[in-house]
DNA sequence: GAGTATGTTATATG
DNA sequence: GCATATAACATACT
């Protein structure tokens, strides 16, 4: 369950219960999911280390330590556990016991990472991340996104342009601010890059608070029905699909200006 | 069995 | 070399 909001979501349930907590024992149980060390140095480093504090830069998350920080990034299934019995879930892909609990982060497609990483800001950087979507600004935002030729919703989707909007966020960005996935990024006036990074802002924010419980989300949110067939939020037409860089886009061809006209 | 899925990245193509 | 598109990754579910 991984886009912005729900790695925030799982940070702020992390920070509360790891900060201050004291890594006893470590179990990397998934080679492929562990970048950058081996197994074994990987868990000797960490073993005897404590959580300091936590931190996020788009969807990856961090556990900050006395020394360096741990990288996790959630793929398409991964999600965090925090037992103090001895529970398990069933795809443990990596297991800190605590001096008191334990943090389990369970990944059934495997698709999530781990890493030990020196610090937040030169990971983003070695990895080319661009700014937070939460922390961009208006002018930034503008710049960054209207440099491209690529279709719009392809360049939200890109971690190096800002970073965060996943597939779903971005069709609703987009369905809010009714315009179609396939418009050129540069053919967007400023005044309307503005109002959507101010959108984005506002719907990543507001999926925050609800805990992204997308049937908790305002009537009007895409999200709540994000379905080929339904009617549209606004009653405008029927919600149709189309692959935009890679991915698939669900939009209104009637409300979301240009969406007819292109392939 | 076929198709699809909240993500990233290696590889192919222009 | 650069920008962009596609395949591949691994598993669960409809």
Same mark, same amino acid.
């Given at each position: ?81 925090? /037992? ?8 443990? &892909? #990596?297991?800190?016991?605590? !001096? @008191?609990?334990?943090? +389990? $982060? ?75 996935? /396939? ?8 005044? &309307? #890059?503005?109002?959507?990074? !101010? @959108?984005?802002?506002? +719907? $990543? ?59």
């Amino acid at each position: 369950m991984p886009e912005l909001p729900e790695v925030e979501t799982a940070r702020r349930s992390a920070h509360r219960r790891l900060v201050g907590r004291r890594i006893v024992r470590v179990e990397a149980m998934d080679g492929k999911m562990l970048e950058g060390t081996v197994s074994d140095e990987f868990a000797s480093f960490l073993e005897g280390k404590r959580i300091t504090g936590t931190d996020r830069h788009g969807k990856h998350l961090f556990l900050l330590l006395d020394e360096g920080a741990l990288r996790i990034h959630l793929g398409m299934s991964g999600s965090l556990h925090f /037992f103090s019995e001895m529970e398990s879930t069933p795809h443990q &892909r #990596l297991v800190l016991e605590l !001096d @008191r609990g334990r943090f +389990v $982060l369970d990944d059934p497609r495997r698709f999530g990472r781990f890493q030990l990483v020196p610090d937040v800001p030169t990971f983003v950087a070695e990895k080319g991340l661009g700014p937070d979507a939460l922390s961009i600004g208006r002018d930034e935002f503008c710049a960054r996104v209207g440099r491209s030729g690529r279709a719009i919703k392809a360049v939200l989707l890109d971690q190096t342009v800002v970073a965060g909007i996943g597939n779903l966020y971005a069709d609703e960005v987009l369905f809010q601010e009714k315009l179609s996935p /396939f418009v050129p990024a540069k053919t967007i006036s400023v005044a &309307r #890059l503005e109002m959507m990074r !101010d @959108r984005a802002v506002q +719907v $990543l924010q507001e999926s925050i608070r609800l805990q992204t419980d997308f049937g908790l989300m305002p009537v009007g949110y895409l999200l709540r029905q994000r379905e080929v067939g339904r009617a549209c939020p606004r009653g405008d037409g029927v919600l149709r699909s189309s692959v935009v860089g890679g991915r698939t886009s669900i939009y209104c061809p009637v409300c979301q200006i240009g969406a007819s006209k292109l392939p």
